[in-house]
């Protein structure tokens, strides 16, 4: 009913506004008004113009008006009006990209927020001056609309499964990765006791597992139940698994770590992903824990934090981006985590891979200045110091730092984001999980020695122990990591999975 009356006020004030931005500064080039003591709009003539009945039916609206008021704005002689009107367009297609989000939802609906510029409806206020008054009512409708507290949001996880011949990935993603996503979402009245300050503010969650996989281990996200990613829509709140095959980048042969990036070869990711509120990209050595029900970020775009940092590092990437002409805040040890909203996420994630590449073909050369030292004692460097292995995290370190402007310390939420597995804190603080090398349980290099023991006909009595469902309030992140993994063991059929051949999906 709600929408019904949005779309009904749209007839009153959203299709004139555009009519009259139209005729505002082209005037009779594609609509006449016809001046009178009640302000009356006549039928829009077209010419060879985009049809306006036709524009709200069309998913790309926004970007044919926005183009067509454009080009248009860029011939009009008048500086006063034309930026008048480029600050009010502005306002336009700021709410149309940031409410419409790429659904298949009528552009109409969206507009709905701009009709507080119905005083804009009189010849008299098309003046230049009255136009910044129209300004000032758009933008407190901007402000007002940003306000409203949404009921539901939908999150994605995207992760990239890769091939091994001793199935590692697959045991991850087995044991780790998705019986935890499934938990939380199959226990989502756990967000009641999530200590998390603003945990009761969020939204209710859809939270989708999205996996590219190499087609090998795409029989394992078959095996959990994952839905084919090209053949599903995304028009329910049920949180869902999803995969798509992916055979990865040619150069992923020589650095595996480009293909956390496969997305990027889908032509159709971004449409799908722009049906998201927000994004996740993640490793799959992590568990996701209930509290990710509970947090969101407070900027559009935060990472984890990363471990790689060293003295020398630290001066030498910004280096580099000096050369590259890119701006770097100063701000290292940039998590492999990210989250964030999908544009700017997948404007990173680009910046990430093209200069991710850069540092993997380019700043390893010993015949560089400044690292001859240390590429005389390896072809990879020296971990910290310089450590080619980590080329994805210098990549980027240097991308987030020129694409998020006044990019700080308090973007790193490190408290949040690949928070170690080890930790003996309250599970219920700590939304996303990540199995850090160490000697502490959890552990994951000692999991999967035993799950390779079982593989190969042994037994543990921690299958029996950890079959049943418990209640992880009380638990600490390490109890409900070990929780999670053993239960999978004992339920999910992941030994008899992992006996079969990797291309095997029966």
Same mark, same amino acid.
């Not at 044991?175 to 996503?181: D, F, L, Q, T």
């Given at each position: ?29 594609v ?32 970007d ?19 930026s ?13 990209s940031?409410?419409n ?8 609906d969206d ?17 230049s ?47 780790y990765?998705?019986?935890?996503w499934?938990?939380v979402t199959?226990?989502k009245?756990l ?5 998390l300050?603003?945990?009761?503010n ?57 293909n ?13 992903? @722009? &049906?998201? *509120?927000?994004?996740?990209? /993640?490793? =799959?050595?992590?568990?996701i824990? %209930?509290?990710?029900?509970? #947090?969101?970020?407070?900027y ?14 630290r ?15 100063g ?36 015949t ?39 990019f700080d ?5 490190? @408290? &949040?984001? *690949?928070?170690?597995?080890? /930790?003996? =804190?309250?599970?219920?603080s700590? %939304?996303?999980?990540?199995c #850090? ?6 552990q ?13 006909g042994g ?9 049943s ?38």
């Amino acid at each position: 009913m709600a929408i019904n009356k949005r779309v009904c006020r749209l007839s009153c004030y959203t299709i004139l506004i555009l009519m009259l931005l139209w005729s505002f500064f082209y005037a009779g080039s594609v609509i006449q008004w016809t001046p009178t003591k009640q302000p009356k709009v006549t039928q829009p003539q077209t010419y060879n113009t985009p049809n306006i009945h036709h524009l709200f039916a069309n998913k790309s609206a926004s970007d044919i008006i926005q183009s067509y008021f454009i080009n248009k704005l860029l011939k009009d002689s008048d500086q006063s009006k034309m930026s008048a009107a480029n600050k009010l367009l502005k306002q336009l297609f700021e709410l149309v990209s940031e409410n419409n989000n790429g659904t298949d939802v009528d552009i109409t609906d969206d507009l709905v927020h701009i009709q507080g510029t119905g005083q804009l409806l009189d010849k008299q206020h098309a003046e230049s001056d009255k136009a910044g008054e129209a300004i000032d009512t758009l933008q407190a409708d901007v402000k007002d609309h940003k306000n409203e507290k949404a009921t539901k949001i939908r999150v994605g996880i995207i992760v990239y499964m890769p091939y091994r011949s001793d199935q590692l990935y697959e045991m991850e993603f087995l044991s780790y990765m998705h019986p935890s996503w499934k938990y939380v979402t199959t226990h989502k009245t756990l967000k009641q006791f999530i200590t998390l300050p603003e945990a009761s503010n969020v939204p209710d969650m859809t939270l989708d597992l999205i996996t590219y996989c190499h087609p090998k281990s795409c029989c394992t996200a078959q095996k959990a139940n994952c839905k084919l990613w090209t053949k599903v829509t995304l028009d329910t709140d049920q949180s869902d698994c999803y995969y798509h095959p992916d055979d990865g980048f040619p150069e992923a042969a020589e650095y595996h770590y480009y293909n956390t990036f496969a997305f990027l070869r889908d032509d159709n990711f971004m449409s799908r992903a @722009k &049906k998201y *509120d927000w994004l996740i990209r /993640s490793d =799959l050595d992590v568990f996701i824990g %209930p509290a990710v029900l509970g #947090w969101l970020p407070k900027y559009e775009f935060m990472s984890g934090g990363g471990g790689y940092a060293s003295e020398f590092n630290r001066k030498r990437i910004p280096e580099v981006a000096a050369r590259l002409n890119l701006t770097h805040h100063g701000i290292t040890n940039v998590g492999s985590t990210w989250y964030g909203k999908p544009d700017i996420f997948m404007k990173i994630s680009q910046l990430t891979l093209k200069y991710t590449k850069h540092f993997y073909k380019n700043e390893f050369n010993k015949t560089l200045d400044g690292i001859q030292h240390i590429m005389n004692k390896s072809s990879v460097g020296e971990w910290p110091t310089w450590w080619r292995p980590v080329s994805l995290l210098y990549g980027g370190e240097v991308a987030i730092n020129h694409a998020v402007p006044d990019f700080d310390i308090s973007r790193i939420a490190d @408290k &949040k984001l *690949d928070y170690p597995s080890s /930790s003996k =804190l309250n599970i219920l603080s700590y %939304p996303h999980l990540h199995c #850090w090398h160490g000697d502490e349980e959890f552990q994951k290099f000692r999991f999967t020695t035993k799950l390779r023991a079982l593989i190969n006909g042994g037994t543990d009595n921690r299958t029996t122990i950890y079959k049943s469902d418990q209640d992880v309030k009380n638990m600490t992140v390490r109890d409900y990591c070990t929780f999670i993994a053993w239960n999978a063991v004992a339920n999910n059929n992941i030994i008899e999975h992992l006996q079969k051949p990797a291309d095997h999906c029966s």
